[in-house]
């Protein structure tokens, strides 16, 4: 029986899939084997020593301590893509809410008094204090062209916005997804000194934090409208808040309150919304959920952060060692001498490495006694080792 703590709350679509004859899931459990959350902060969080995997349901990984988890042999996997249609859809509503001032405008309406004829009166008259524009033949500038922001990119390029993109590590598979339209920024500056419109689409690191700051807001276009859909930190508040008060800046919307910013003027700050979408949060559990479980029950490898991928068919074996270890020499000759040592026969065997960690996966012709796991464990190099 495998034990799965619930840190947040997950879709039962994603739960489902963990068969409950195998698997004991809870919010409040001893002993996990795997962790499924969302946002909830595990950089506090005492690490149970039977945990085995992190499932994380979403895309960003800022909330878990990723370095710690690769060093005890941990893998962290997240959903890649299952929220991207809901953020880009928010980036859009949220780019309609700001140029046709449509929130000042209902706090307008909400405020009227009177007969419906005194009512109809008044909107006429007091239509003209929300004149918009048209996000046709706008400019757009899109940080960051991963799952979320080539959606974004294509979405507005499809509404008749002029569309930029920056991301100096796009992968082939989005460049071959993004419109041919989207012309190619040379550098964050260059992007800002063209665009009206910024959105972020960057997960948080030391690279990325405050990726728009005051000096770059110094040569950014004049009444730049900002989006941060991203995370908390890309973004210097501080400085837009400066920049905005400047008149350089003509507004900003974010999914990150501060309390710096939830009464601003001229700031829409929403409760970290962007992938609260039923269609998203089923995405996320059952992609995580799968993946976890194929990780317990096969040692299969698939969309974690810091693990390769490694996949083997199981080829009629229930005999499966998997070793987790440092990518140092040498490592091979010491599993397989331990397994030869027990007289086992190897069937298949695959081993993949992603910068410090090496993952072996062995199928042999016979029932594997459990002393090996210990003997292995005593292996220098050797993190965690599982039959299963
Ligand atoms: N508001 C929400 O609820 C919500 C929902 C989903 C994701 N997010 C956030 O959005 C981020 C992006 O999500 P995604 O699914 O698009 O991730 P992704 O990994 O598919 O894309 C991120 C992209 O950012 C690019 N990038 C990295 N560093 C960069 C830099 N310095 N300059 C420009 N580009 C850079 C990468 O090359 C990649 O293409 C997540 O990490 C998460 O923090 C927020
Ligand atoms: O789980 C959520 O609601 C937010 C997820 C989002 O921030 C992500 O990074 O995927």
């Known amino acids: 029986m495998f034990k799965i703590l619930t840190l947040n709350n ?167 997804q993004l419109s041919s339209q989207v012309k190619q920024a040379l550098s964050v500056e260059d992007l800002l000194s063209q665009v009206e419109f910024v959105t972020v689409h960057v997960p948080l690191s030391d690279a990325t934090r405050h990726i728009i700051n005051a000096e770059r807001l110094k040569i950014a276009r004049k009444e730049l409208m900002i989006l941060n859909f991203s995370r908390d930190g890309i973004i210097d508040d501080v400085a837009v808040g400066e920049a905005i008060k400047a008149n350089q800046v003509k507004g900003y919307i974010t999914d990150f309150p501060t309390n710096l910013l939830i009464k601003h003027e001229r700031v829409i700050a929403l409760p970290h919304l962007g992938a609260s979408t039923n269609e998203a949060e089923e995405n996320c559990a059952i992609m995580v959920a799968d993946q976890v479980r194929d990780y317990l029950e096969n040692a299969t490898i698939h969309n974690s952060v810091n693990f390769p991928e490694i996949e083997m068919p199981r080829s009629g074996s229930e005999n499966r060692l998997l070793v987790v270890n440092s990518n140092v020499p040498h490592m091979i000759e010491r599993i397989s001498s331990v397994i030869s040592n027990a007289a086992l026969n190897i069937n298949n065997m695959v081993n993949r490495s992603r910068g410090e960690i090496a993952c072996t996966l062995v199928d042999v012709d016979k029932v594997i006694p459990p002393s090996i796991v210990d003997d292995l464990r005593t292996k220098e190099g050797v993190l965690t080792v599982r039959i299963l």
């Not at 895309?59 to 710690?68: E, H, L, Q, S, T």
């Open 10 to 176: 997950i879709s039962i679509l994603g739960l489902e899939r963990l068969p409950r004859d195998r698997y004991e899931i809870a919010s409040e459990i001893q002993h996990p084997d795997a962790v499924l959350l969302r946002s909830f902060k595990m950089h506090e969080w005492e690490i149970p020593g039977t945990l085995k995997a992190v499932g994380r349901a979403g895309a960003g990984v800022n909330n878990i301590p990723v370095d710690k988890m690769t060093k005890l042999g941990i893998p962290v996997f997240n959903a890649p893509g299952a929220n991207a249609n809901a953020v880009k859809e928010l980036v859009l509503g949220a780019m309609l809410l700001a140029s046709r001032n449509l929130l000042p405008a209902w706090d307008y309406v909400r405020g009227l008094q009177g007969t419906d004829a005194e009512i109809s009166k008044q909107v006429e008259a007091g239509k003209k204090q929300f004149v918009g524009s048209e996000l046709v033949n706008r400019t757009l500038g899109v940080i960051g062209l991963g799952a979320i922001g080539v959606k974004v990119a294509n979405a507005a390029q499809s509404l008749g916005m002029q569309v930029m993109g920056y991301d100096p590590h796009i992968t082939v598979k989005n460049a071959w």
